[in-house]
């Protein structure tokens, strides 16, 4: 697996275009910021300049602009865009959510619950899966060495693993069963939730908070 250092990576950013999840499945992207208008893309159709104050969309508005952002409103509720942000375009199912505020240092973290046992972990995307120090792994009850063994890249040289399944690992109303994890036993100090959880969830991020929900 390839294991960053003590750096969070939010949702990647493709083609420098901000996209949010919005109701009725239209989807905003910005290309262009500019004070008092911005240049969209709506749903795939060709680039167009909005001025502040503009429909966007039957239920989306251009109502503040300038050249960091682009405020929107959708149904009622603001949506703030930036070129450097993205998140998914599906609505969240009506499945299980959880909503992560990020910290002072803009990273976000997780009171989780792994085989019952309680645990922070920072939302990782660029890990592939969940990372846990060994000394974590102990105090949960995990036998990692019974697990497969491997290696990782870190900041100290290639260290050895050992893959594990996790029985549960709940994080407010989401719960998943048999997550996929690696116990690293040097070289990493904070538990990682990464993509083996992730990849199972809708991520939105809307400014410091980031909402999970599950999709199965």
Do not use: W
Request: hydrophobic share 40%; aromatic share 4%; proline share 5%.
């Amino acid at each position: 697996m390839r294991l960053p250092v003590k750096k969070l990576k939010l949702l990647s950013t493709v083609c420098l275009l901000g996209c949010v999840a919005v109701a009725h499945a239209t989807d905003i992207g910005v290309v262009g910021l500019f004070p008092g208008k911005a240049i969209l893309v709506v749903d795939g159709a060709p680039p167009k300049t909005y001025n502040v104050g503009s429909n966007i969309a039957s239920d989306a508005k251009l109502i503040d602009a300038d050249r960091e952002s682009a405020t929107v409103m959708i149904n009622g509720k603001r949506k703030l865009l930036t070129m450097g942000q993205t998140v998914h375009r599906s609505a969240p199912s009506s499945g299980s959510s959880v909503v992560l505020k990020a910290g002072d240092r803009g990273h976000f973290t997780a009171p989780a619950m792994i085989n019952g046992v309680s645990i922070n972990m920072l939302v990782d995307t660029g890990a592939s899966l969940i990372a846990l120090p060994a000394a974590d792994a102990v105090r949960l009850g995990i036998n990692y060495r019974q697990g497969r063994p491997g290696s990782a890249s870190t900041a100290g040289g290639v260290v050895p693993t050992y893959l594990v399944k996790l029985d549960t690992v709940k994080i407010g109303d989401v719960e998943l069963y048999q997550v996929e994890a690696s116990i690293i036993e040097q070289g990493l100090s904070t538990p990682l939730l990464g993509m083996s959880f992730l990849n199972r969830m809708e991520m939105r991020r809307e400014g410091d908070q980031m909402t999970l929900t599950k999709r199965y």
